[in-house]
């Protein structure tokens, strides 16, 4: 498990990522964010990479994949799109969509969504421990990571290479939990897309949605919904936790 990316950022995305699953902490609750939609937005880019993988391949896209998708691992989606089900072949196109997207953000470079940066420092400020909780693979996190410097904001980061079950199971979540060293009743959880949302409440957790990807409207699940970070506060969050 040596190239996983379940980690303490000690030494922020170090080539060498080292496992630690009991990190101390100074807060009795924490906050585990996704990735993709809610701290950075890179959608457009990994709509795209899937538009070019289609075209190489001569597979076919159906409307609505993409937001039917997010969220989810590589490996659930492709089967899904009726693609491939042998895993070999599975993780080959999963491979090649994801070095299509590296290609994509290489070129294009990524926005760190409103209130992100903010709400990581004022969280580090305070001593509330942060980790990431995604699908999203390592390679494209330690990519993403050199480009905005976000890296030195968490205290933890947990990505799809070490779950064995995507979203909406609650694997990534409880993995988070246990890397900052929280019971996951003392977690708050920041999500966009519906099966984040899904996991996060099966693993027993509060649950931030944000109006990335979906409406507000639409994210009645969560027990708060907001349009940006920007509207997020250490003490909204925390607030959240002593909620009935």
């Keep these: 498990m040596g190239s996983s990316c379940l980690h303490k950022c000690n030494n922020p995305i170090a080539p060498s990522l080292t496992i630690q699953f009991h990190l101390a902490v100074q807060s009795s609750w924490g906050v585990l964010f996704d990735w993709d939609g809610v701290v950075i937005d890179s959608s457009p880019e990994h709509e795209r990479s899937w538009e070019l993988l289609a075209g190489e391949r001569g597979l076919p896209l159906p409307e609505g ?22 895993p070999v072949l599975v993780r080959e196109l999963a491979d090649r969509k994801e070095e299509l997207y590296r290609g994509l953000v290489a070129e294009r470079g990524v926005n760190i969504l409103p209130g992100a940066r903010e709400l990581l420092e004022a969280l580090k400020e305070e001593g509330i421990p942060r980790s990431v909780a995604s699908s999203t693979p390592r390679r494209n996190l330690e990519a993403l990571f050199a480009a905005t ?5 968490f205290d933890a980061v947990v990505c799809g290479d070490d779950v064995s079950h995507g979203k909406p199971d609650p694997e990534v979540f409880l993995k988070a939990a246990a890397a900052l060293g929280l019971d996951r009743n003392n977690a708050v959880v920041i999500e966009d897309a519906f099966a ?3 996991a996060a409440r099966r693993g027993g957790m509060k649950v931030v949605g944000v109006a990335t990807t979906h409406p507000v409207e639409a994210l009645k699940d969560c027990d708060l919904a907001v349009t940006s970070l920007l509207e997020v506060t250490p003490l909204i969050l925390g607030k959240l936790l002593t909620a009935p």
Excluded: Y
């Design 196 to 198: 984040g949302i899904e």
């Design 149 to 153: 410097g976000l890296d030195t904001l």
């Design 65 to 86: 994949h993409f937001k039917a998708g997010f969220g989810k691992k590589n490996e659930v989606i492709i089967p899904s799109l009726r693609w491939a089900e042998d």
